[in-house]
């Protein structure tokens, strides 16, 4: 089983269009970051390979190259914003090699969303003509209830993005099978305030995926310090920043943080 970190950036990404700060002009290759997002993969209690992707952002094609993948069986969104949504249509390439349509989940926001930017995929009878479209199934989930596919169960944390409610997403195995010890996993990405009530699916966790967009003040994310404080409580075994900006140098920043955590970057894979 295995878990990669497509991309660790925020919504600009980096390096930002025309900047020239020393993160954007770095030669570090784990100062370049695409719009984050997330892949599960993990081989099931009958011996099939399995792959969930988590958000599917503007790079998703690059990123879907970069990883090598060939099959998708489904995507679990945690917001609707743009730089988590707008790769949607390039999906249609996994329907073309699987020969059927792909299970997509999110909230009743993040699904409404979705129908109305992508109407060309989900009402394609409205289309002018005919033409190669994604194939998809929608599911609407909330935190009242877990997901469990192929033997991974995904549970839902309610997390809130300034005013806005998002999903993270706590990741188990229950099939019985052996469970590498960076599980349980909890995606957190875009937070900026955890509800009283959804402390309880961050315990006992092996890792810790969390938002730590930069040092300054943000309205809708969690400053560095503010994440190196929330990763403190939970008191994961490991924890992982992304969604950074180009405020946060890689190396320099990584060196001044708890041992316990770092910055994840691009490519960073946990597991085999």
Same mark, same amino acid.
Request: charged content about 20%; aromatic content about 6%.
């Given at each position: 089983?295995?878990f990669?970190?497509?991309?660790?950036?925020?919504?600009?990404?980096?390096?930002?269009?025309?900047?020239?700060?020393?993160?954007?002009?770095?030669?570090?290759?784990r100062?370049?970051?695409?719009?984050?997002?997330?892949?599960?993969?993990?081989?099931?209690?009958?011996?099939?390979?399995?792959?969930?992707?988590?958000?599917?952002?503007?790079?998703?094609?690059?990123?879907m190259? @970069?990883?090598?993948? *060939?099959?998708?069986?489904?995507?679990?969104?945690?917001?609707n914003?743009?730089?988590h949504t707008?790769?949607?249509?390039?999906?249609?390439?996994?329907?073309?090699?699987?020969?059927?349509?792909?299970?997509?989940?999110?909230?009743?926001?993040?699904?409404?969303?979705?129908?109305?930017?992508?109407?060309?995929?989900?009402?394609?009878?409205?289309?002018?003509?005919?033409?190669?479209?994604?194939?998809?199934?929608?599911?609407?989930?909330?935190?009242?209830?877990?997901?469990?596919?192929?033997?991974?169960?995904?549970?839902?944390?309610?997390?809130?993005?300034?005013?806005?409610?998002v999903?993270?997403?706590?990741?188990?195995?229950v099939?019985?099978?052996?469970?590498?010890?960076?599980?349980p996993?909890a995606?957190?990405?875009?937070?900026?305030?955890?509800?009283?009530?959804?402390?309880?699916?961050?315990?006992?966790?092996? *890792?810790?995926?969390?938002?730590?967009?930069?040092?300054?003040?943000?309205?809708?994310?969690?400053?560095?310090?503010?994440?190196?404080?929330?990763?403190?409580?939970?008191g @994961?075994g490991?924890?992982?920043?992304?969604h950074?900006?180009?405020?946060?140098?890689?190396?320099? *920043?990584?060196?001044?943080?708890?041992?316990?955590?770092?910055?994840?970057?691009?490519?960073?894979?946990?597991?085999?």
């Open positions: 089983m295995r990669s970190f497509l991309g660790t950036g925020t919504s600009a990404g980096v390096p930002c269009i025309g900047c020239s700060c020393a993160v954007c002009t770095s030669d570090d290759p100062d370049s970051r695409l719009r984050t997002s997330a892949l599960v993969q993990w081989t099931d209690a009958d011996g099939r390979e399995r792959a969930v992707l988590i958000d599917a952002g503007p790079d998703l094609r690059q990123q190259l @970069a990883a090598g993948l *060939t099959r998708l069986d489904a995507i679990l969104f945690t917001h914003h743009v730089d707008f790769g949607l249509d390039e999906v249609r390439r996994f329907n073309a090699l699987q020969g059927g349509p792909i299970d997509v989940y999110g909230s009743a926001h993040t699904l409404e969303h979705l129908r109305r930017v992508y109407q060309h995929i989900f009402e394609p009878s409205l289309n002018i003509q005919k033409s190669f479209v994604a194939s998809l199934i929608a599911h609407e989930i909330s935190s009242a209830e877990p997901v469990e596919l192929f033997g991974v169960r995904f549970t839902p944390i309610d997390l809130l993005h300034g005013r806005l409610p999903l993270g997403f706590r990741i188990e195995r099939d019985g099978l052996v469970s590498p010890g960076w599980l996993l995606y957190c990405t875009d937070v900026s305030a955890i509800p009283p009530g959804s402390w309880s699916r961050l315990s006992g966790l092996g *890792t810790l995926v969390l938002d730590a967009l930069r040092p300054r003040q943000h309205p809708t994310h969690l400053t560095l310090d503010q994440a190196v404080s929330i990763a403190g409580r939970v @994961a490991r924890t992982y920043f992304v950074m900006s180009h405020d946060l140098g890689h190396a320099e *920043t990584n060196a001044a943080l708890p041992d316990s955590m770092a910055l994840a970057h691009d490519g960073l894979v946990l597991g085999d």
